[in-house]
Protein backbone atom coordinates (compact mmCIF):
# COMPACT_ATOMS: atom_id res chain seq x y z
CA UNK A 1 0.00 0.00 0.00
CA UNK A 2 1.06 3.61 -0.99
CA UNK A 3 -0.80 4.96 1.94
CA UNK A 4 -1.76 8.47 1.57
CA UNK A 5 -0.01 10.73 -1.33
CA UNK A 6 -0.11 14.35 -2.01
CA UNK A 7 0.81 15.96 -4.98
CA UNK A 8 2.60 18.31 -5.39
CA UNK A 9 4.99 18.77 -2.99
CA UNK A 10 6.11 22.43 -3.74
CA UNK A 11 4.46 24.83 -5.04
CA UNK A 12 4.66 28.36 -5.89
CA UNK A 13 1.78 30.74 -7.01
CA UNK A 14 1.55 34.48 -7.23
CA UNK A 15 -1.63 36.30 -5.73
CA UNK A 16 -4.92 35.75 -7.08
CA UNK A 17 -4.10 32.23 -8.96
CA UNK A 18 -6.09 29.21 -8.29
CA UNK A 19 -4.48 25.69 -7.81
CA UNK A 20 -5.96 22.24 -6.66
CA UNK A 21 -3.93 19.91 -3.71
CA UNK A 22 -4.26 16.44 -5.01
CA UNK A 23 -4.46 13.66 -1.91
CA UNK A 24 -5.33 9.81 -2.61
CA UNK A 25 -5.44 6.63 -0.19
CA UNK A 26 -5.40 3.50 -1.15
CA UNK A 27 -6.50 1.94 2.21
CA UNK A 28 -10.27 2.40 2.10
CA UNK A 29 -11.01 4.61 4.55
CA UNK A 30 -13.90 6.61 5.22
CA UNK A 31 -11.86 9.14 6.70
CA UNK A 32 -10.37 12.27 5.21
CA UNK A 33 -8.93 15.80 6.13
CA UNK A 34 -7.08 18.36 4.86
CA UNK A 35 -4.78 20.10 7.36
CA UNK A 36 -2.62 23.30 7.51
CA UNK A 37 0.48 23.73 9.16
CA UNK A 38 2.25 27.08 10.06
CA UNK A 39 5.61 27.72 11.76
CA UNK A 40 5.73 27.56 15.74
CA UNK A 41 1.57 26.31 15.32
CA UNK A 42 -0.39 22.92 15.37
CA UNK A 43 -2.21 21.71 12.90
CA UNK A 44 -5.17 23.35 12.09
CA UNK A 45 -8.35 21.18 9.86
CA UNK A 46 -9.35 23.31 7.00
CA UNK A 47 -12.02 20.58 5.48
CA UNK A 48 -12.99 17.05 6.68
CA UNK A 49 -14.81 14.01 4.72
CA UNK A 50 -16.69 11.31 6.43
CA UNK A 51 -17.33 9.71 3.32
CA UNK A 52 -17.77 10.10 -0.58
CA UNK A 53 -20.21 12.90 -1.29
CA UNK A 54 -19.99 14.26 1.85
CA UNK A 55 -17.76 17.37 2.95
CA UNK A 56 -17.47 19.51 6.08
CA UNK A 57 -16.01 22.40 7.45
CA UNK A 58 -12.92 22.52 10.17
CA UNK A 59 -11.33 25.55 11.86
CA UNK A 60 -10.01 27.49 8.95
CA UNK A 61 -12.27 26.85 5.85
CA UNK A 62 -12.23 30.26 4.53
CA UNK A 63 -10.10 30.27 1.12
CA UNK A 64 -10.82 27.01 0.17
CA UNK A 65 -13.38 24.39 -1.50
CA UNK A 66 -13.15 20.51 -1.46
CA UNK A 67 -14.80 17.57 -3.38
CA UNK A 68 -15.18 13.90 -2.50
CA UNK A 69 -16.58 12.40 -5.05
CA UNK A 70 -14.68 8.70 -4.24
CA UNK A 71 -13.49 7.14 -1.29
CA UNK A 72 -9.72 7.56 -2.83
CA UNK A 73 -9.54 10.99 -3.63
CA UNK A 74 -10.00 14.65 -1.73
CA UNK A 75 -8.99 17.01 -3.47
CA UNK A 76 -8.33 20.52 -2.06
CA UNK A 77 -8.94 23.39 -4.15
CA UNK A 78 -7.42 27.44 -3.45
CA UNK A 79 -9.64 29.49 -5.93
CA UNK A 80 -8.05 32.93 -5.32
CA UNK A 81 -4.55 32.62 -3.30
CA UNK A 82 -3.45 34.75 -0.74
CA UNK A 83 -0.09 35.54 1.11
CA UNK A 84 -1.65 34.19 3.98
CA UNK A 85 -2.51 30.99 2.54
CA UNK A 86 1.57 30.18 2.23
CA UNK A 87 1.70 27.07 4.64
CA UNK A 88 2.59 23.56 4.54
CA UNK A 89 -0.55 21.53 3.70
CA UNK A 90 -0.93 17.76 5.10
CA UNK A 91 -3.78 15.46 3.94
CA UNK A 92 -4.82 12.66 5.99
CA UNK A 93 -7.29 9.56 6.53
CA UNK A 94 -8.85 7.57 9.13
CA UNK A 95 -11.25 4.50 9.95
CA UNK A 96 -13.16 4.72 13.03
CA UNK A 97 -13.03 1.76 15.25
CA UNK A 98 -15.71 1.88 18.12
CA UNK A 99 -13.81 1.30 21.15
CA UNK A 100 -15.08 -1.00 24.46
CA UNK A 101 -17.03 2.30 25.73
CA UNK A 102 -18.23 2.99 22.26
CA UNK A 103 -16.39 5.86 21.29
CA UNK A 104 -14.88 6.12 18.22
CA UNK A 105 -10.98 6.43 17.94
CA UNK A 106 -9.18 7.28 14.98
CA UNK A 107 -5.79 6.65 14.03
CA UNK A 108 -4.83 9.31 11.63
CA UNK A 109 -2.29 8.34 8.20
CA UNK A 110 -0.86 11.40 6.81
CA UNK A 111 0.62 12.38 3.65
CA UNK A 112 4.08 14.12 2.92
CA UNK A 113 2.67 17.62 2.96
CA UNK A 114 2.65 20.01 0.00
CA UNK A 115 4.67 23.03 0.64
CA UNK A 116 3.12 26.34 -0.60
CA UNK A 117 4.07 29.72 -1.37
CA UNK A 118 1.82 32.51 -1.85
CA UNK A 119 3.99 35.76 -3.86
CA UNK B 1 -10.75 26.86 24.84
CA UNK B 2 -9.58 23.64 24.37
CA UNK B 3 -5.87 24.01 24.43
CA UNK B 4 -2.40 21.77 24.44
CA UNK B 5 0.73 22.75 25.68
CA UNK B 6 4.35 20.70 24.96
CA UNK B 7 7.55 21.57 26.74
CA UNK B 8 10.22 22.01 26.11
CA UNK B 9 10.15 24.14 22.78
CA UNK B 10 13.03 22.29 21.88
CA UNK B 11 15.58 19.66 23.00
CA UNK B 12 19.27 18.70 22.11
CA UNK B 13 20.16 15.33 23.76
CA UNK B 14 23.29 12.81 22.75
CA UNK B 15 22.43 9.45 21.48
CA UNK B 16 22.23 6.75 24.19
CA UNK B 17 20.44 9.20 26.42
CA UNK B 18 17.21 8.65 27.62
CA UNK B 19 14.48 11.97 27.71
CA UNK B 20 11.19 12.78 28.39
CA UNK B 21 8.77 15.35 27.03
CA UNK B 22 5.29 16.93 28.71
CA UNK B 23 2.38 17.78 27.49
CA UNK B 24 -0.76 19.57 29.19
CA UNK B 25 -3.82 19.68 27.65
CA UNK B 26 -7.04 21.71 28.56
CA UNK B 27 -9.45 19.83 26.14
CA UNK B 28 -12.65 19.06 27.36
CA UNK B 29 -14.52 16.25 27.45
CA UNK B 30 -11.69 14.03 26.78
CA UNK B 31 -11.64 10.96 24.45
CA UNK B 32 -8.18 10.37 23.85
CA UNK B 33 -4.39 11.59 24.13
CA UNK B 34 -1.88 10.97 20.88
CA UNK B 35 1.55 11.26 20.54
CA UNK B 36 2.85 11.41 16.55
CA UNK B 37 6.63 11.59 15.41
CA UNK B 38 7.50 14.28 12.65
CA UNK B 39 10.13 13.89 10.71
CA UNK B 40 11.43 16.91 8.96
CA UNK B 41 9.97 16.81 5.65
CA UNK B 42 7.11 14.53 6.39
CA UNK B 43 4.18 14.38 7.75
CA UNK B 44 3.13 13.17 11.15
CA UNK B 45 3.51 9.29 12.41
CA UNK B 46 1.04 8.05 14.95
CA UNK B 47 3.10 6.60 17.73
CA UNK B 48 0.65 5.82 20.55
CA UNK B 49 -3.01 6.72 21.27
CA UNK B 50 -4.46 6.52 24.88
CA UNK B 51 -7.94 6.79 26.45
CA UNK B 52 -8.99 8.22 29.81
CA UNK B 53 -8.57 4.36 31.21
CA UNK B 54 -5.09 3.71 29.72
CA UNK B 55 -2.19 5.56 32.02
CA UNK B 56 1.04 4.00 30.17
CA UNK B 57 1.13 2.48 27.12
CA UNK B 58 4.41 1.82 25.01
CA UNK B 59 6.01 1.60 21.37
CA UNK B 60 9.62 -0.04 21.50
CA UNK B 61 11.63 2.74 23.10
CA UNK B 62 8.59 5.13 22.92
CA UNK B 63 6.88 4.94 26.70
CA UNK B 64 3.65 7.47 26.87
CA UNK B 65 1.86 8.42 30.32
CA UNK B 66 -1.72 9.94 31.04
CA UNK B 67 -2.65 11.43 33.69
CA UNK B 68 -6.09 12.16 33.13
CA UNK B 69 -6.87 13.85 36.57
CA UNK B 70 -4.41 16.43 36.08
CA UNK B 71 -4.52 16.61 32.42
CA UNK B 72 -1.22 15.79 31.88
CA UNK B 73 0.83 13.45 29.65
CA UNK B 74 4.73 12.35 28.96
CA UNK B 75 6.50 11.08 26.18
CA UNK B 76 9.40 9.21 27.50
CA UNK B 77 12.38 7.99 24.57
CA UNK B 78 14.65 5.26 26.00
CA UNK B 79 18.06 4.70 24.85
CA UNK B 80 17.83 7.69 21.81
CA UNK B 81 19.12 7.00 18.35
CA UNK B 82 20.03 9.75 16.09
CA UNK B 83 16.32 8.86 13.93
CA UNK B 84 14.95 9.93 16.93
CA UNK B 85 15.52 13.52 15.65
CA UNK B 86 11.96 14.92 15.16
CA UNK B 87 9.29 17.03 16.03
CA UNK B 88 6.80 15.36 18.63
CA UNK B 89 3.60 16.39 18.97
CA UNK B 90 0.85 16.18 21.28
CA UNK B 91 -2.69 16.07 20.16
CA UNK B 92 -5.61 15.51 22.47
CA UNK B 93 -9.50 14.29 21.29
CA UNK B 94 -12.54 15.81 22.32
CA UNK B 95 -15.43 13.74 22.73
CA UNK B 96 -17.76 14.38 19.75
CA UNK B 97 -20.97 12.95 18.80
CA UNK B 98 -21.11 14.72 15.44
CA UNK B 99 -18.58 14.92 12.30
CA UNK B 100 -14.78 15.73 12.27
CA UNK B 101 -12.37 14.63 14.71
CA UNK B 102 -12.32 17.23 16.86
CA UNK B 103 -8.32 16.92 17.26
CA UNK B 104 -6.30 19.69 19.13
CA UNK B 105 -2.67 19.51 18.69
CA UNK B 106 0.63 20.77 20.18
CA UNK B 107 2.97 22.85 18.85
CA UNK B 108 5.56 19.93 18.93
CA UNK B 109 8.42 19.31 21.18
CA UNK B 110 11.46 19.38 18.40
CA UNK B 111 13.89 17.11 19.67
CA UNK B 112 17.65 16.63 18.40
CA UNK B 113 20.04 13.72 19.16
CA UNK B 114 23.50 14.20 18.68
CA UNK B 115 26.50 12.03 18.72
Known amino acids: NAGVTQTPKFRILKIGQSMTLQCTQD?????MYWYRQDPGMGLKLIYY???????DKGEVPNGYNVSRSTTEDFPLRLELAAPSQTSVYFC??????????????????FGSGTQLSVL | KNQVEQSPQSLIILEGKNCTLQ??????????LRWYKQDTGRGPVSLTI?????NTKSNGRYTATLDADTKQSSLHITASQLSDSASYIC??????????????FGTGTQLKVEL
Open chain 1, 92 to 109: ASSYSILEQHTRPSEKLF
Open chain 1, 27 to 31: MNHNY
Open chain 1, 49 to 55: SVGAGIT
Open chain 2, 23 to 32: CNYTVSPFSN
Open chain 2, 50 to 54: MTFSE
Open chain 2, 91 to 104: VVRASSTGGGNKLT
